[in-house]
């Protein structure tokens, strides 16, 4: 590993993104408008959205981050450049960390625009810091930009890349605690979700909203947010293979 | 100065059942240039990833530079151009050079004489993506340029160029080669392989011959190498 290649691959990718501006703008309007929408049903009723709102800013970045990341991948492997790469003095996870790197400082940006837009514009009531929705709102961008390096690993088309987003993302979403409390699922269900990752950061988001101090059951959700992000990326970096068979 | 810069001894590879290559030994001295011939399917692009380590071998050996292939100490070694260019069409010229060059540890100065060896100074602002495949290839070729490696392998490198650049290509190949460098190229057509003074003609995973263009041709009695194959083809049936 070297900190000049994993910077020079994240200022790469960095770069291809500043070529295609639309992306950019998608990244970062989407959640936006999809909030806003959220915040004008549930205008009439009460409470609901201040409920649901923490727990869909790290959903909606979650998401993004992880469909962008797997076909950027894949995108990598399939024009060749990942083997090209792979025969020149760079470290596995000097690529992984670069993407990571790059997608995560975007992951800022569109973290605090949604946090702020859903407090100050969208009217939603939050107990806690609101910095700190913000940080959970990032590790859930990072989880979800190294939970699409890994699934990437596993797809040979775009059309597979894309379908691993129900097939990975959704479950989690329904299990989280978003629907219904995750106490109250069924035991089995009760087990799945605990060892999800989204579980915790919907946990930790609700906890914020809730609870003026961050207790140290928001901060354990938060490491084992960032633990999942850490362990996806080890198993990434396992799955690239510089020789093929 | 090393003895022999590629040295093959009964490579084979078994890719999903079927034998990519069979037996291939051969060995490559520096400062040349060696033509890798055959039809498409005979095995060339497997044996270009074995050269430069991205393929594994199921038997044999295959040693690069006084190193078994694959070695960590190669990958800034080796120059490799594969078949379709492997670039990032969001990028331009000087950007993907500039990334793969800060990568092979290479100071920027190197990227500006590369991109003027492959005569794309005035596209290099321009995003790769709206190049033409002959401007792609060189951009391509020039990635496999920087930090003048001792080896360059070339799969299919002027493939769709105009002949007016194929020309100029060719004469790069050969002041690379005067100056030492070692060049492994692999096309399927025959008239590039008129140009290669050595050549290694590949058939089914198997060496058809292998030595320069001149005892090919005398040995056969022919006057090009495709007549030369040919008749090599036909006594291997």
């Keep these: ?245 | 100065m090393q003895d022999n810069t590629i040295v093959a001894k009964r490579v084979t590879v078994v890719r999903e059942g079927t034998k990519a290559l069979a037996n291939v030994s051969f060995e490559i001295a520096p400062g040349k240039i060696t033509g890798l011939i055959g039809p498409s399917g005979s095995g060339k692009t497997t044996l270009i990833r074995s050269v430069v380590g991205a393929q594994r071998l199921t038997a044999g050996s295959l040693q690069v530079l006084d190193l078994a292939a694959g070695s960590k100490g190669l990958r800034s070694r080796i120059g490799y151009v594969t078949q379709s260019p492997a670039i990032y069409d969001d990028l331009t010229t000087r950007q993907n050079l500039v990334y793969f060059a800060s990568i092979l540890g290479i100071a920027k100065s190197d990227v500006t004489r590369v991109i003027q060896e492959v005569d794309l100074e005035k596209q290099t602002a321009q995003l790769v993506g709206s190049m033409s495949g002959g401007q792609r290839a060189r951009v391509s070729l020039a990635i496999a340029l920087l930090g003048d490696p001792a080896l360059l392998i070339l799969d299919e490198p002027t493939v769709g160029l105009d002949p007016v650049l194929r020309e100029r290509l060719w004469q790069l190949f050969g002041s690379l080669a005067r100056r030492g460098r070692t060049l492994l190229i692999s096309s399927h057509v025959m008239d590039e392989a008129e140009r290669c003074p050595d050549l290694l003609l590949l058939r089914d995973g198997k060496v058809l011959s292998h030595g320069p263009k001149r005892a090919l041709l005398d040995r056969t009695n022919t006057h090009s190498v495709q007549n030369a194959f040919l008749q090599l083809a036909g006594g291997a049936q």
């Design chain 1, 1 to 245: 590993m070297s900190p000049r290649r994993t910077l020079a691959t994240s200022r790469r990718v960095l770069m291809q993104l500043f070529h295609d501006p639309r992306t950019i703008a998608l990244i970062f309007v989407v959640p936006l408008v999809l909030l806003g929408l959220l915040a004008w049903i549930y205008n009439n009723i009460p409470f609901v959205f201040d409920h649901i709102g923490p727990s869909l800013l790290c959903i909606f970045p979650f998401v993004v981050m992880f469909l962008i990341t797997s076909i950027a991948t894949l995108r990598e492997r399939s024009s060749g450049t990942l083997e090209r790469l792979l025969t020149m003095p760079i470290g596995k996870l000097d690529l992984l960390l670069g993407y990571a790197l790059s997608f995560g400082l975007l992951a800022i940006i569109q973290a605090t625009l949604a946090t702020e837009v859903s407090i100050h514009i969208y009217g939603m009531h939050v107990a806690g810091p609101e910095w700190f929705l913000i940080i959970v709102a990032l590790a859930d961008a990072v989880l979800g930009t190294t939970l699409g390096l890994l699934a990437s690993a596993f797809a040979r088309t775009e059309f597979q890349a894309v379908q691993f987003m129900p097939a990975l993302v959704l479950p989690q979403a329904l299990l989280c605690g978003l629907l219904v409390p995750v106490a109250t699922l069924p035991t089995a269900l009760h087990w799945i979700a605990n060892c999800l990752p989204l579980t915790y950061a919907v946990d930790a988001m609700s906890r914020v909203s809730r609870q003026t101090t961050l207790t140290q059951r928001t901060y354990i959700d938060l490491i084992v947010v960032l633990s999942f992000a850490l362990l996806a990326i080890l198993l990434g970096a396992a799955t690239l293979r510089r020789q093929t068979k």
